[in-house]
């Protein structure tokens, strides 16, 4: 089959197989090119274009001959006429043109344009023609350029700055004029730290522009020449600062964008962030260590931590010791923290106040429960108030291991610090997972992330990098040429490879593979000093003197010597770790060499001794769950995988997310404290499935029952609280069973307890009072055979909460007082129990405000308060607030009333809870009415229905229906009342009446429906 190739992008030119076309004469060939580029014309139209000034006839004519001149020039039907009026190009025919490359999007496309639309082609008489091929010429002219422009700017958010600089060339040259080209080149010059082809660059735009226009560059275009200026005239300073102790090659195009970026930061206008992007060993910690080395102890906090792969399913791992550090700031600035954003932080990391005391105190079987978001807000309000004294960067190393909970707990804190006053600076590997790429692509997408994306050196920057890195030396050319082979344009291998020629003065003999350029840094280490590098490559952050001494069995004198032997050969490094001594690789590459060297067996050995000493040194409270990762990491390694398990099984326990609900689960004494750390649906039921798979595997070799039967009973504790904090009540409540009888059967009281307790929160939550009586007997039962008096205490009062909510209200009075009691006792000796006494005032409160005794029950509710503000805990406020609230209103006391609904509203916004929130919104929009405040009621009121319909509490929602009957009772006889909730009420009075007593008939005793029949009857 026959092919045609066509250029028109240049001096044209056609071809049939590879033969060059000659047409006859130029008129035939300007008829090919229209219709090439038409695909087809009616005859009027060609004669008009090329023979406009013969007679009509004489014209046709024309237009004939040339049609036949062309299908004769390629022996080919290729101009065709289907209808008598219509001519156009035979589609039957294979035909390419480098117009059809040139708009099409491949990368390939921009080199078709080899120049102008028919460059130098001209037709005698054309005048139409040429009209027509002027107006084709700038299309694809201005066509090319968008194009360019579209290249530079890919590749300028890629990071390729030479391919930016590739089409920034080619767009000077197709257009000398365009100042918007030249300041790209500039600033692509300047990124790679050439500062003197940006002046160069400049100095020929003026030159052009004074000559052929008479003109000189804008000032934008002069603003980037300064600003080139200015980054050359700041890397001389810090040449002069660093000297020759610090080595930093290239990059500096990087380094200057990153000091841009900080400079708008700390005049207080808008910058991104920084994420620096490449393979492992590309010089992404080097830059960035640059770039905070040059802005140390100026206007702002900067706060360092790791990301480790042992580590990545951990959440917040990294933010501890930010947080530790934070803790000092705060410290030593004297930065007044409220207590409230206080006590959250210090539950997720104690390291902000290690002498923070009061962790272990037992809350109100978690009233109004602190969730995960509201714990987010307590942090961002620390960073703020930190930020106000100096701006803080946050330098996040190897984010690709950086768990989901950390991620988002960063783009909350990026998005939300409102003064621009936190910055990241973080590095990344390529390859990174699904969650990170998400959190990158959203930030750049929002204009709060840049990324730097670092590339291999190439050959001629290596031999510049080897000239830099050993002035003076002459390195022939075909050493540099192996060491480029050998290291591929690497830096971390490059200089491994440079620090190994300056020691011994050759590269000695290399495969070519990194692991010989690592072997060959090690050769001469001395043998004891040996023995300790691979001691601290078994830890993946770092190694203290004590566990060295420990391991080894060493003199610590010894040890620091062989560890300066090892930190003058730039392997280890001295870090500072909590006033201890600790060691860490100056590369992790390093540590993954010198891990692999070692055997299997010797590995696993050392691995399961470290375990056993970390085990050791565990201080059985809150502080553990910060080993437990390690412990995992050491034990898995180890091969014991029943102590991995075991640790796996406390870490879930620890970082389990917690809903609102009134009575999730209590912890023992040694785990009493709350939780509130965030994992989400998809990672925890992974977890789950994960720990039981292990469970199932471990108990098919191991032989220890008693310790696996401990382990099953603590995984179905686990497992039920998560499904039924879910809504899974069927596998919530089974796994709950199993754990239960496995404790009956081993006579663990401890967990025989919490599975009674589960069992009872559970009926709370469901209104199931039978099956809460049946789990109080058997848990009272046990407290008092094990003399339990703390959990006799906390028993008695869910007893009587379970009296309350049968109505049984005097019998409920008289347990509540014993419950008060039994804890009043407790708390001469240990002052740990007072919530628990508030949450048995309120009860009795509620006992008076179900008998319609208002007075009586605010007294009890404004004891419970009481407690709580003298303890300075906002746990139970909310609630208490909204008893309160009710209380007064229905006794007619509307100011106080409104006065409890405000400070539960308020108190309800810092902590999240939903529990009583419906309640509160539903009065307050009553009081707002009455203050004629309606827009306020009806925002009030939908707050209320959005709550109810989450927490699903048939009481509550059956108050909101009353509310509304209220509401529709006063739409009756005021008509702005009527006009603002007109829409949101369609139903009747009657309506809502008889929708809140069939939801308030599933509660018993509740004196509303009696106030709900009395509004139906009056409207009757």
Same mark, same amino acid.
Not at 55 to 74: D, G, Q, S, V, W
Not at 131 to 150: G, P
Not at 540 to 558: C, N, P, W
Not at 619 to 630: C, E, L
């Given at each position: 089959?026959?092919? %045609?190739?066509?250029?028109?992008?240049?001096?044209?030119?056609?071809?049939?197989?590879?033969?060059?076309?000659?047409?006859?004469?130029?008129?035939?060939? =300007?008829?090919?090119?229209?219709?090439?580029?038409?695909?087809?014309?009616?005859?009027?139209?060609?004669?008009?274009?090329?023979?406009?000034?013969?007679?009509?006839?004489?014209?046709?004519?024309?237009?004939?001959?040339?049609?036949?001149?062309?299908?004769?020039?390629?022996?080919?039907?290729?101009?065709?006429?289907?209808?008598?009026?219509?001519?156009?190009?035979?589609?039957?025919?294979?035909?390419?043109?480098?117009?059809?490359?040139?708009?099409?999007?491949?990368?390939?496309? +921009?080199?078709?344009?080899?120049?102008?639309?028919?460059?130098?082609?001209?037709?005698?008489?054309?005048?139409?023609?040429?009209?027509?091929?002027?107006?084709?010429?700038?299309?694809?002219?201005?066509?090319?350029? =968008?194009?360019?422009?579209?290249?530079?700017?890919?590749?300028?958010?890629?990071?390729?700055?030479?391919?930016?600089?590739?089409?920034?060339?080619?767009?000077?040259?197709?257009?000398?004029?365009?100042?918007?080209?030249?300041?790209?080149?500039?600033?692509?010059?300047?990124?790679?730290?050439?500062?003197?082809?940006?002046?160069?660059?400049?100095?020929?735009?003026?030159?052009?522009?004074?000559?052929?226009?008479?003109?000189?560059?804008?000032?934008?275009?002069?603003?980037?020449?300064?600003?080139?200026?200015?980054?050359?005239?700041?890397?001389?300073?810090?040449?002069?600062?660093?000297?020759?102790?610090?080595?930093?090659?290239?990059?500096?195009?990087?380094?200057?964008?990153?000091?841009?970026?900080?400079?708008?930061?700390?005049?207080?206008?808008?910058?991104?962030?920084?994420? %620096?992007?490449?393979?492992?060993?590309?010089?992404?910690?080097?830059?960035?260590?640059?770039?905070?080395?040059? +802005?140390?102890?100026?206007?702002?906090?900067?706060?360092?931590?790791?990301?480790?792969?042992?580590?990545?399913?951990?959440?917040?791992?990294?933010?501890?010791?930010?947080?530790? #550090?934070?803790?000092?700031?705060?410290?030593?600035?004297?930065?007044?923290?409220?207590?409230?954003?206080?006590?959250?932080?210090?539950?997720?990391?104690?390291?902000?106040?290690?002498? =923070?005391?009061?962790?272990?105190?037992?809350?109100?079987?978690?009233?109004?429960?602190?969730?995960?978001?509201?714990?987010?807000?307590?942090?961002?309000?620390?960073?703020?108030?930190?930020?106000?004294?100096?701006?803080? +960067?946050?330098?996040?190393?190897?984010?690709?291991?950086?768990?989901?909970?950390?991620?988002?707990?960063?783009?909350?804190?990026?998005?939300?610090?409102?003064?621009?006053?936190?910055?990241?600076?973080?590095?990344?590997?390529?390859?990174?997972?699904?969650?990170?790429?998400?959190?990158?692509?959203?930030?750049?997408?929002?204009?709060?992330?840049?990324?730097?994306?670092?590339?291999?050196?190439?050959?001629?920057?290596?031999?510049?990098?080897?000239?830099?890195?050993?002035?003076?030396?002459?390195?022939?050319?075909?050493?540099?040429?192996? %060491?480029?082979?050998?290291?591929?344009?690497?830096?971390?291998?490059?200089?491994?490879?440079?620090?190994?020629?300056?020691?011994?003065?050759?590269?000695?003999?290399?495969?070519?593979?990194?692991?010989?350029?690592?072997?060959?840094? +090690?050769?001469?280490?001395?043998?004891?000093?040996?023995?300790?590098?691979?001691?601290?490559?078994?830890?993946?952050?770092?190694?203290?003197?004590?566990?060295?001494?420990?391991?080894?069995?060493?003199?610590?004198?010894?040890?620091?010597?062989?560890?300066?032997?090892?930190?003058?050969?730039?392997?280890?490094?001295?870090?500072?770790?909590?006033?201890?001594?600790?060691?860490?690789?100056?590369?992790?590459?390093?540590?993954?060499?010198?891990?692999?060297?070692?055997?299997?067996?010797?590995?696993?050995?050392?691995?399961?001794?470290?375990?056993?000493?970390?085990?050791?040194?565990?201080?059985?409270?809150?502080?553990?769950?910060?080993?437990?990762?390690?412990?995992?990491?050491?034990?898995?390694?180890?091969?014991?995988?029943?102590?991995?398990?075991?640790?796996?099984?406390?870490?879930?326990?620890?970082?389990?997310?917690?809903?609102?609900?009134?009575?999730?689960?209590?912890?023992?004494?040694?785990?009493?404290?709350?939780?509130?750390?965030?994992?989400?649906?998809?990672?925890?039921?992974?977890?789950?499935?994960?720990?039981?798979?292990?469970?199932?595997?471990?108990?098919?070799?191991?032989?220890?029952?008693?310790?696996?039967?401990?382990?099953?009973?603590?995984?179905?504790?686990?497992?039920?609280?998560?499904?039924?904090?879910?809504?899974?009540?069927?596998?919530?409540?089974?796994?709950?069973?199993?754990?239960?009888?496995?404790?009956?059967?081993?006579?663990?009281?401890?967990?025989?307890?919490?599975?009674?307790?589960?069992?009872?929160?559970?009926?709370?939550?469901?209104?199931?009072?039978?099956?809460?009586?049946?789990?109080?007997?058997?848990?009272?039962?046990?407290?008092?055979?094990?003399?339990?008096?703390?959990?006799?205490?906390?028993?008695?009062?869910?007893?009587?909460?379970?009296?309350?909510?049968?109505?049984?209200?005097?019998?409920?009075?008289?347990?509540?007082?014993?419950?008060?009691?039994?804890?009043?006792?407790?708390?001469?000796?240990?002052?740990?129990?007072?919530?628990?006494?508030?949450?048995?005032?309120?009860?009795?409160?509620?006992?008076?405000?179900?008998?319609?005794?208002? =007075?009586?029950?605010?007294?009890?509710?404004?004891?419970?308060? #009481?407690?709580?503000?003298?303890?300075?805990?906002?746990?139970?406020?909310?609630?208490?607030?909204?008893?309160?609230?009710?209380?007064?209103?229905?006794?007619?006391?509307?100011?106080?009333?409104?006065?409890?609904?405000?400070?539960?509203?308020?108190?309800?916004?810092?902590?999240?809870?939903?529990?009583?929130?419906?309640?509160?919104?539903?009065?307050?929009?009553?009081?707002?009415?009455?203050?004629?405040?309606?827009?306020?009621?009806?925002?009030?009121?939908?707050?209320?229905?959005?709550?109810?319909?989450?927490?699903?509490?048939?009481?509550?929602?059956?108050?909101?229906?009353?509310?509304?009957?209220?509401?529709?009772?006063?739409?009756?006889?005021?008509?702005?009342?009527?006009?603002?909730?007109?829409?949101?009420?369609?139903?009747?009075?009657?309506?809502?009446?008889?929708?809140?007593?069939?939801?308030?008939?599933?509660?018993?005793?509740?004196?509303?429906?009696?106030?709900?029949?009395?509004?139906?009857?009056?409207?009757?």
């Amino acid at each position: 089959m026959d092919s %045609i190739q066509v250029k028109m992008l240049q001096a044209p030119m056609v071809f049939k197989n590879q033969e060059q076309i000659i047409f006859p004469f130029r008129k035939a060939e =300007a008829l090919f090119y229209y219709l090439l580029i038409n695909g087809q014309a009616s005859r009027d139209e060609l004669v008009d274009l090329l023979w406009g000034e013969a007679e009509e006839e004489t014209a046709k004519k024309n237009l004939r001959h040339a049609m036949y001149k062309i299908r004769k020039a390629f022996d080919l039907d290729i101009i065709i006429s289907p209808q008598k009026s219509l001519v156009m190009i035979n589609p039957e025919i294979e035909m390419f043109t480098d117009i059809q490359r040139f708009i099409s999007d491949e990368e390939s496309g +921009i080199g078709a344009y080899r120049g102008e639309f028919l460059q130098g082609f001209l037709v005698k008489d054309g005048e139409k023609f040429e009209e027509w091929m002027f107006r084709s010429r700038e299309y694809y002219r201005d066509l090319y350029i =968008a194009k360019l422009y579209d290249r530079m700017y890919q590749y300028l958010e890629k990071g390729e700055l030479r391919r930016v600089e590739y089409y920034g060339k080619l767009l000077v040259e197709v257009d000398p004029f365009d100042e918007g080209a030249y300041r790209m080149l500039m600033d692509v010059y300047s990124r790679e730290g050439a500062y003197h082809k940006a002046i160069d660059l400049y100095k020929r735009l003026e030159e052009i522009l004074n000559q052929e226009l008479g003109i000189t560059p804008d000032h934008e275009t002069k603003a980037v020449y300064e600003e080139a200026l200015g980054r050359r005239n700041r890397e001389n300073t810090q040449k002069e600062k660093y000297g020759s102790q610090a080595f930093f090659y290239g990059r500096h195009g990087e380094l200057g964008l990153m000091e841009k970026h900080y400079e708008s930061f700390i005049q207080g206008q808008r910058a991104p962030s920084t994420l %620096i992007i490449g393979e492992a060993g590309v010089g992404k910690t080097k830059l960035k260590e640059r770039f905070l080395e040059g +802005i140390h102890g100026l206007d702002t906090y900067i706060l360092q931590a790791n990301c480790y792969q042992a580590e990545e399913g951990y959440p917040l791992k990294p933010w501890h010791q930010i947080f530790t #550090d934070l803790g000092e700031i705060v410290r030593k600035e004297k930065i007044a923290v409220p207590q409230l954003w206080k006590n959250i932080i210090l539950r997720l990391f104690p390291g902000f106040d290690p002498e =923070a005391t009061g962790l272990g105190d037992n809350p109100v079987e978690g009233i109004d429960r602190v969730k995960y978001h509201t714990a987010e807000e307590a942090i961002l309000g620390v960073l703020k108030k930190i930020a106000l004294k100096k701006k803080i +960067i946050l330098a996040f190393e190897d984010t690709q291991w950086m768990d989901a909970t950390s991620i988002g707990l960063l783009s909350f804190v990026l998005r939300h610090q409102g003064q621009n006053r936190i910055m990241l600076i973080g590095t990344c590997r390529n390859g990174h997972d699904r969650r990170m790429e998400q959190f990158i692509t959203n930030m750049v997408k929002d204009q709060l992330l840049d990324k730097i994306c670092l590339a291999r050196f190439t050959k001629e920057e290596v031999d510049d990098f080897i000239e830099k890195a050993i002035p003076g030396s002459k390195i022939e050319k075909p050493l540099k040429e192996r %060491i480029y082979q050998e290291t591929e344009g690497n830096a971390f291998f490059l200089m491994e490879l440079l620090n190994t020629l300056k020691e011994k003065g050759t590269v000695g003999e290399i495969s070519g593979t990194g692991q010989d350029i690592l072997k060959s840094r +090690i050769v001469d280490i001395s043998e004891e000093a040996m023995k300790l590098l691979n001691i601290a490559s078994l830890f993946f952050d770092r190694v203290t003197l004590d566990m060295l001494q420990t391991i080894s069995g060493k003199d610590e004198l010894e040890i620091l010597d062989r560890m300066e032997e090892l930190e003058k050969r730039y392997i280890l490094k001295e870090v500072e770790q909590n006033e201890e001594i600790s060691f860490e690789f100056t590369h992790h590459k390093l540590r993954e060499f010198i891990y692999g060297l070692q055997s299997i067996g010797r590995r696993k050995v050392l691995h399961h001794r470290i375990g056993q000493i970390l085990e050791q040194n565990l201080q059985h409270d809150y502080r553990d769950k910060f080993v437990y990762s390690r412990l995992i990491y050491h034990f898995s390694n180890g091969g014991n995988r029943l102590a991995a398990l075991r640790y796996r099984i406390k870490n879930l326990d620890d970082y389990s997310d917690f809903s609102h609900e009134l009575f999730p689960i209590l912890y023992d004494e040694e785990m009493e404290d709350e939780k509130i750390v965030y994992l989400n649906q998809e990672e925890s039921i992974k977890y789950l499935n994960d720990l039981e798979q292990q469970l199932k595997e471990v108990q098919k070799t191991e032989k220890d029952q008693q310790e696996l039967a401990q382990l099953e009973i603590a995984f179905y504790h686990t497992k039920g609280r998560y499904c039924i904090q879910e809504g899974e009540y069927n596998q919530g409540i089974e796994a709950i069973q199993k754990m239960i009888e496995g404790a009956e059967k081993t006579e663990d009281f401890g967990y025989m307890l919490k599975g009674y307790r589960q069992m009872v929160y559970y009926g709370i939550q469901v209104h199931q009072t039978t099956l809460m009586q049946e789990y109080l007997t058997k848990g009272i039962s046990l407290a008092r055979k094990t003399q339990h008096q703390k959990e006799m205490g906390i028993l008695l009062r869910l007893q009587g909460l379970q009296r309350l909510m049968v109505g049984a209200y005097e019998e409920a009075q008289e347990i509540l007082k014993e419950s008060i009691h039994i804890f009043e006792m407790l708390s001469q000796r240990e002052d740990r129990y007072a919530l628990n006494i508030a949450a048995a005032y309120n009860y009795m409160g509620e006992i008076r405000r179900c008998n319609m005794k208002f =007075a009586g029950a605010l007294y009890y509710y404004d004891k419970a308060m #009481d407690i709580c503000n003298e303890r300075k805990v906002f746990r139970g406020i909310t609630l208490f607030n909204t008893n309160a609230g009710q209380a007064a209103f229905d006794m007619g006391d509307y100011d106080r009333a409104k006065n409890y609904f405000a400070k539960a509203i308020e108190t309800y916004r810092k902590v999240d809870t939903f529990l009583g929130r419906s309640t509160a919104e539903g009065y307050m929009a009553l009081l707002l009415i009455r203050e004629g405040k309606y827009r306020e009621a009806l925002d009030s009121l939908k707050s209320a229905d959005e709550y109810g319909r989450k927490l699903q509490s048939p009481y509550e929602q059956g108050l909101i229906c009353r509310v509304k009957a209220e509401i529709k009772v006063q739409m009756e006889v005021n008509k702005k009342v009527r006009d603002v909730f007109g829409k949101y009420l369609p139903l009747s009075i009657h309506a809502y009446c008889d929708q809140g007593m069939e939801l308030l008939g599933q509660t018993k005793s509740c004196y509303e429906i009696d106030i709900l029949k009395a509004l139906g009857r009056e409207k009757s």
